[in-house]
Antibody, heavy 118, light 111 residues
Framework: QVQLVQSGAEVKKPGASVKVSCKSS????????VSWVRRAPGQGLEWLGW????????RYAQNLQDRVTMTTDTSTNTAYMELRSLRSDDTAVYFC???????????WGQGTLVTVSS | QSALTQPASVSGSPGQSITISCTGT?????????VSWYQHKPGKAPKLMIY???KWPSGVSNRFSGSKSGNTASLTISGLQAEDEADYYC???????????FGGGTKVTVL
């Protein structure tokens, strides 16, 4: 069965970076894109960007494109999302999601809580 | 501010039907039949409920149905059950400039 398993919770100080991993199984990793979505406390879902696993092409949300980098390791079927220059309003649960060519997210990771606090 | 507009909350009694609206623009919902809906419960991963406006993923109850008219998409939950209590988000392809746009979310309460 399709599974996406994310890395554990992180606590970071403002200005630091965080890298969250998402290991996929149960499907052909290179046949889909992987998106990252977050939900901050009291807020809604926010799309951060995606990476086409087949060719490595990325697309980031405009408000984050200077601070986020998405990569994959096809040898381990793992996607990564790195967010730099962390601020308190980056505190959120971060999700990875398998993304179809029709831009819907059919399988999701369990979420990774990233807390930014001094 | 979210790109797609949803009501903050909708409520209904068990067995009733409710509809959640999702209003976008001619740049997203109005042009593309690529609207999806997600159910999100606390501490869980979001769950795909509807894709491509009105299609059901495997395993999703047909009590959930989707539709679209002009720039507005809708999710209807029929035969409301306690387990349907959650936050619901619409999502649309927004074109090459803004590929993904989410609604602000609607909290569904079962009375």
């Amino acid at each position: 069965q399709v599974q996406l398993v994310q890395s554990g919770a992180e606590v970071k100080k403002p200005g630091a970076s965080v890298k969250v991993s998402c290991k996929s199984s149960g499907y052909s990793f290179s046949s889909y894109s992987v998106s990252w979505v977050r939900r901050a406390p009291g807020q809604g879902l926010e799309w951060l960007g995606w990476i086409n696993v087949y060719n490595g092409v990325t697309r980031y949300a405009q408000n984050l494109q200077d601070r986020v980098t998405m990569t994959t390791d096809t040898s381990t079927n793992t996607a990564y999302m790195e967010l730099r220059s962390l601020r308190s309003d980056d505190t959120a649960v971060y999700f990875c999601a398998r993304t179809t060519i029709f831009t819907y997210f059919d399988y999701w990771g369990q979420g990774t809580l990233v807390t930014v606090s001094s | 501010q979210s790109a797609l507009t949803q009501p903050a909350s909708v409520s209904g009694s068990p067995g009733q039907s409710i509809t959640i609206s999702c209003t976008g623009t001619s740049s997203d919902i109005g042009t593309y039949n690529l609207v999806s809906w997600y159910q999100h419960k606390p501490g869980k991963a979001p769950k795909l409920m509807i894709y491509e406006v009105s299609k059901w993923p495997s395993g999703v109850s047909n009590r959930f149905s989707g539709s679209k008219s002009g720039n507005t998409a809708s999710l209807t939950i029929s035969g409301l059950q306690a387990e349907d209590e959650a936050d619901y988000y619409c999502c649309s392809y927004g074109g090459s400039e803004t590929p993904v746009v989410f609604g602000g979310g609607t909290k569904v309460t079962v009375l």
